[in-house]
């Protein structure tokens, strides 16, 4: 035997260092050197989501004359304020409900196989390159009052006057439909082509026609995708400020939570309050997305029968 293999032979019995002890009691609890990749990760979300949340929530608190909670209070007394809460709801649940329900049946068309598919989904997700502003701009064009679409109306008759498609709630509700359609449709898509096509298969030969697979196969298998497909695009939605300002009217019906809380960081520089506002439209979201995540288990329950 040499001496690095008899280094390396630990007696039968013999005490194990510290360091190993750690190391197999970290083993035990499925801790191992592999999971300490994640170390990166875990400081990157805690530099860049955890310390901005805890301090915003912290700054909330900020006493002040009226105690610790008077900037929610503040919030909830003004009816300008509070307003906002349901402008904002107005705006991005239809939108991310109509964004999730449209990319139903486009992605169950497109999980198949066929001449164009990928230039159809290259023309599909486009939106996504436009950004938010460059779409704005775009509806302004084409749906404002000398836009082409009011010239065609006029020209044929349809109007006597242009109608009003901008700078108001269709306005915004146009741009989070063009921005939030194509995230919707990837992840509806992407959660389509998990779902294993025995199934469906197997309900044919059963005699089910398409609306039976689709409505008691594939649906099923799909709503846990679209309910998380729903809370991404609600929050993406809710979150809506560029749209609200260019496209919307950010002094009357499109005066969403966002540009309350901009309004009070950048314009009275109240940064407490500001903060409070944006905890109160963290919790709004938290309480969407909690619902829909508890209704799901309604219709659901089980594996999302994916490939792999």
């Known amino acids: 035997m040499s001496i690095t293999t008899a280094r390396r032979t630990r007696p039968a019995g013999a005490p194990r260092s510290p360091r190993a002890h750690w190391r197999h009691r970290l083993a035990e609890r499925g801790v191992d050197q592999q999971l300490w990749l994640l170390a990166p990760a875990v400081l990157f979300v805690a530099l860049l989501f955890l310390y901005p949340f805890f301090y915003g929530l912290g700054l909330s608190f900020q006493p002040n004359e009226g105690g610790p909670f008077s900037d929610y209070a503040r919030f909830f007394g003004d009816a300008y304020q509070r307003d906002t809460m349901w402008i904002t709801l107005r705006i991005a649940l239809p939108a991310a409900l109509l964004n999730v329900l449209a990319s139903v049946p486009i992605a169950y068309r497109l999980r198949g196989r066929f001449r164009g598919k990928r230039l159809v989904t290259i023309l599909l997700v486009v939106p996504i390159t436009l950004g938010t502003v460059l779409t704005a701009q775009g509806l302004l064009n084409f749906l ?14 349809l109007t006597d006057e242009p109608v009003q498609l901008v700078h108001n709630y269709w306005g915004v ?6 921005t939030g359609f194509p995230f919707a449709f990837l992840l509806v898509l992407s959660y389509l082509t998990g779902i294993d096509p025995t199934l469906e298969r197997a309900a044919a030969t059963l005699g089910a026609g398409w609306w039976q697979r689709f409505r008691t196969v594939t649906l099923p298998l799909l709503m846990p995708g679209l309910a998380t497909t729903f809370c991404l695009t609600f929050v993406l939605a809710f979150s809506v400020f560029p749209s609200a300002v260019l496209v919307g009217n950010p002094a009357g019906e499109t005066r969403v939570i966002s540009i309350a809380a901009y309004q009070a960081a950048y314009e009275q520089y109240d940064y407490p309050y500001a903060s409070a506002i944006a905890m109160i439209m963290g919790f709004i979201e938290l309480v969407v997305i909690s619902v829909v995540l508890l209704g799901r288990t309604r219709f659901y329950t ?3 029968g994916g490939k792999g």
Do not use: A, K, Q
């Open 302 to 304: 089980g594996s999302t």
């Open 144 to 157: 404002g009052p000398t836009g082409w679409f009011n010239r065609v109306l006029m020209s044929l008759h």
């Open 173 to 178: 509700f146009f741009s989070l439909i063009i």
